[in-house]
């Protein structure tokens, strides 16, 4: 059994010879990997264990010339795939409510619209490949904004006390 120094500084394992030739054959470890051997205290280079000797000096067959060699053995890919935004995804979702109720109740829908869609792009831009969902947080913005436009317009035609019923009274005369 073995431990593995990443080439991201972290310990890997204990794994056993097997998964190490392995790991060779898939081009994410290579001579130079720092490993520890069971049972020591010393990092060594793979290439000075005699056991991985043949795998080192064996090139793969089922792997790319593209590939690094240097991965770290274990890394989550996971982690590094990017998500939507929630932030961009409640922007939309207010923005959307904007403009389907702004006549009766739109004012909170708008306004949080705004914020969230506005909070989800300075996220975005902060962390790109972290973060998704720029399309939903400018849709969402755009139809905040576009509700507040409504919004002050009926209110510059209908009063300052308009609402719903008194809106479909005039438009029935």
Do not use: H
């Not at 280079?45 to 089922?62: D, H, I, V, Y």
């Not at 306004?111 to 998704?132: H, R, V």
């Amino acid at each position: 059994m073995y431990k593995i120094l990443g080439s991201d500084k972290k310990e890997y394992g204990p794994v056993t010879a097997d998964q190490i030739r392995q790991w060779i054959g898939e081009r994410r470890l290579d001579a130079q990997t720092q490993a520890q051997a069971e049972g020591t205290t010393e990092w060594k280079p793979l290439g000075s264990f005699p056991e991985f000797f043949t795998a080192l000096a064996t090139p793969s067959l089922t792997t790319s010339s593209q590939v690094p060699a240097t991965l770290a053995p274990l890394a989550s890919s996971a982690s590094a795939l990017p998500r939507t935004n929630p932030m961009a995804i409640a922007g939309l979702i207010m923005g959307i409510l904007t403009v389907t109720i702004c006549c009766c109740y739109g004012l909170p829908f708008n306004l949080l619209g705004i914020i969230f869609s506005s909070m989800a792009l300075s996220q975005i831009n902060k962390q790109p490949e972290m973060e998704k969902g720029k399309g939903m947080a400018i849709a969402g913005l755009a139809l905040s904004i576009a509700g507040t436009i409504v919004l002050i317009l009926l209110q510059a035609v209908f009063g300052s006390a308009f609402n719903f019923d008194e809106i479909m009274r005039q438009i029935k005369r």
